[in-house]
């Protein structure tokens, strides 16, 4: 059946939809977390080359389907199919992306919750409710489960709505502010004792590192996250975009947005990493490895903001809103996934279909939230580093495979007149047939 579909208003519109969508809590609690764990600059750099070189190649596969099909992953990969095995393929391919992303919503409400959390604690601090104030920060059983289900009250809320009056005017304000928050933290942490050992920690690369598979997964899967890729949200996204827009410098903007704060976040969190350390906060253990795993940035931060006395109160409660908003920018993309997918194939009205989602996913999330050490981890793990990678190669090989070649060709051209001049023009079509899918698998095989 058919429904009247939203879109987004402007170029802009869609620019900061999905970079509302990319960034969030994947650049500054992903991001440096990983980047701590895995060795430092190493890290960053394989990061750095996989993001550009893979992830943004299959980001422009995944919003060319979305663009031609104008509908959520499986229905449009459906309309490039010509064969029962191909549409077959088609539905394994987008019900696996969709499924992937209400894997993450459900452990990504929780840490957004965290953040939501440490947003209030200062306001508490001030009006010196300081029990209050230390529940808050605390990992409990209660303050975890409160949490999660405002976020996911305030993403269903969004959701309900529709995507192009949520997206957009969330997304407007927060980047440059988010931007600018994080430039003067890192000069400020610049000005600490200890910090610099932690810019050399990040910025200098041990080459011999790079190979290293666990590194290697790692930073796939962060850079497939931080993308929102293999969830079937960037074809939805491309299918609200309009015909006549540029794709292929959208989704370089998109991707260079993404990737710059995640950059930034770990200029940020690392040296400060180190000043934490200087300062007598137990961030290394004696063997150098890390002593607190998804809490890092909830150590770090903390501690940078109570350095600096008042001010900090009001500069961690700015910090940790912003933080929540971009979170939730990044949700709603999430839970539309699934919501799109439901509402066009079976006509459910859209309230409906995102609170019944919603809930689904939260029933997911409570119980992570009561067997958060093992379940997390493993959650995380499995969506991020395995579902993601897979099935963005599975669209690439969709892409390069199945969907016909003068058909690609035609969507690119789009919008986009003297494409056929360009470098992506000649490249992009075999490299994304060939090189893409090639490369991932090498990365999964390199680590098994
Ligand atoms: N890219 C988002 C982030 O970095 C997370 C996300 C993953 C969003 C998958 C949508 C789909 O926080």
Same mark, same amino acid.
């Given at each position: 059946?058919?429904?009247?579909?939203?879109?987004?208003?402007?170029?802009?519109?869609? %620019?900061?939809?999905?970079?509302?969508?990319? *960034?969030?809590? !994947?650049?500054?609690?992903?991001?440096?977390?990983?980047?701590?764990?895995?060795?430092?600059?190493?890290?960053?750099?394989?990061?750095?080359?996989? /993001?550009?070189?893979?992830?943004?190649? /299959?980001?422009?596969?995944?919003? @060319?389907?979305?663009?031609?099909?104008?509908?959520? &992953?499986?229905? =449009?990969?459906?309309?490039?199919?010509?064969?029962?095995?191909?549409?077959?393929?088609?539905?394994?391919?987008?019900? !696996?992306?969709?499924?992937?992303?209400?894997?993450?919503? =459900?452990?990504?409400?929780?840490?957004?919750?965290?953040?939501?959390?440490? /947003?209030?604690?200062?306001?508490?601090?001030?009006?010196?409710?300081?029990?209050?104030?230390?529940?808050?920060?605390?990992?409990?059983?209660?303050?975890?489960?409160?949490?999660?289900?405002?976020?996911? @009250?305030?993403?269903?809320?969004?959701?309900?709505?529709?995507?192009?009056?949520?997206?957009?005017?969330?997304?407007?304000?927060?980047?440059?502010?988010?931007?600018?928050?994080?430039?003067?933290?890192?000069?400020?942490?610049?000005?600490?004792?200890?910090?610099?050992?932690?810019?050399?920690?990040?910025?200098?690369?041990?080459?011999?590192?790079?190979?290293?598979?666990?590194?290697?997964? =790692?930073?796939?899967?962060?850079?497939?996250?931080?993308?929102?890729?293999?969830?079937?949200?960037? $074809?939805?996204?491309?299918?609200? %975009?309009? #015909?006549?827009?540029?794709?292929?410098?959208?989704?370089?903007?998109?991707?260079?947005?993404?990737?710059?704060?995640?950059?930034?976040?770990?200029?940020?969190?690392?040296?400060?990493?180190?000043?934490?350390? /200087?300062?007598?906060?137990?961030?290394?253990?004696?063997?150098?490895?890390?002593?607190?795993?998804?809490?890092?940035?909830?150590?770090?931060?903390?501690?940078?903001?109570?350095?600096?006395?008042?001010?900090?109160?009001?500069?961690?409660?700015?910090?940790?809103?912003?933080?929540?908003?971009?979170?939730?920018?990044?949700? %709603?993309?999430?839970?539309? &996934?699934?919501?799109?997918?439901?509402?066009?194939?079976?006509?459910?009205?859209?309230?409906?279909?995102?609170?019944?989602? !919603?809930?689904?996913?939260?029933?997911?999330?409570?119980?992570? $939230?009561?067997? %958060? =050490?093992?379940?997390?981890?493993?959650?995380?793990?499995?969506?991020?580093?395995?579902?993601?990678?897979?099935?963005?190669?599975?669209?690439? *090989?969709?892409?390069?495979?199945?969907?016909?070649?003068?058909?690609? @060709?035609?969507?690119?051209?789009?919008?986009?007149?003297?494409?056929?001049?360009?470098?992506?023009? #000649?490249?992009?079509?075999?490299?994304?047939?060939?090189?893409?899918?090639?490369?991932? &698998?090498?990365?999964?095989?390199?680590?098994?």
């Amino acid at each position: 059946m058919s429904v009247s579909r939203g879109g987004f208003s402007s170029r802009m519109g869609f %620019i900061l939809a999905a970079a509302g969508s990319a *960034v969030g809590l !994947g650049n500054i609690w992903g991001f440096p977390t990983q980047t701590a764990s895995n060795g430092g600059a190493a890290f960053v750099l394989v990061y750095l080359v996989l /993001a550009f070189c893979l992830a943004y190649p /299959a980001f422009m596969a995944e919003l @060319l389907i979305g663009r031609y099909g104008q509908a959520n &992953a499986v229905t =449009s990969m459906q309309k490039m199919s010509h064969k029962l095995w191909q549409k077959r393929f088609a539905f394994l391919v987008g019900f !696996g992306g969709i499924i992937c992303a209400a894997l993450i919503l =459900s452990f990504y409400g929780i840490i957004a919750g965290w953040m939501m959390s440490y /947003a209030i604690e200062p306001i508490m601090s001030l009006m010196g409710m300081t029990d209050a104030a230390n529940w808050l920060v605390t990992q409990s059983l209660a303050r975890n489960f409160i949490f999660t289900a405002l976020f996911m @009250l305030l993403t269903i809320f969004i959701i309900r709505r529709g995507v192009e009056q949520g997206i957009e005017k969330w997304s407007k304000r927060l980047m440059p502010m988010l931007i600018g928050l994080l430039i003067l933290l890192i000069i400020y942490v610049f000005t600490l004792d200890g910090s610099r050992e932690g810019f050399a920690a990040y910025l200098n690369p041990d080459i011999s590192r790079v190979f290293e598979p666990d590194l290697l997964i =790692s930073a796939l899967g962060q850079a497939f996250f931080s993308l929102s890729l293999g969830t079937s949200v960037m $074809v939805i996204y491309g299918s609200y %975009i309009s #015909k006549k827009e540029n794709l292929v410098s959208l989704g370089a903007q998109v991707t260079l947005i993404d990737v710059s704060i995640a950059f930034l976040a770990g200029l940020l969190i690392i040296p400060a990493m180190y000043v934490a350390q /200087a300062q007598g906060v137990a961030i290394f253990a004696e063997d150098g490895s890390l002593i607190s795993g998804s809490n890092l940035v909830f150590t770090v931060l903390p501690s940078l903001f109570s350095g600096m006395g008042m001010v900090g109160l009001f500069v961690a409660f700015g910090f940790f809103v912003l933080m929540s908003i971009a979170a939730l920018t990044s949700s %709603i993309s999430m839970l539309e &996934a699934p919501v799109s997918f439901i509402v066009e194939r079976k006509g459910l009205p859209r309230e409906k279909a995102t609170t019944y989602i !919603g809930i689904g996913i939260f029933c997911l999330s409570t119980l992570i $939230v009561f067997n %958060i =050490s093992f379940m997390l981890d493993f959650i995380a793990i499995l969506a991020t580093q395995y579902g993601q990678p897979i099935i963005a190669m599975l669209c690439c *090989v969709f892409v390069g495979w199945i969907w016909q070649r003068s058909e690609v @060709l035609a969507e690119i051209k789009q919008g986009h007149d003297t494409v056929e001049h360009s470098f992506f023009w #000649k490249v992009w079509p075999w490299y994304t047939k060939f090189i893409c899918p090639s490369a991932i &698998a090498l990365v999964f095989w390199h680590s098994l």
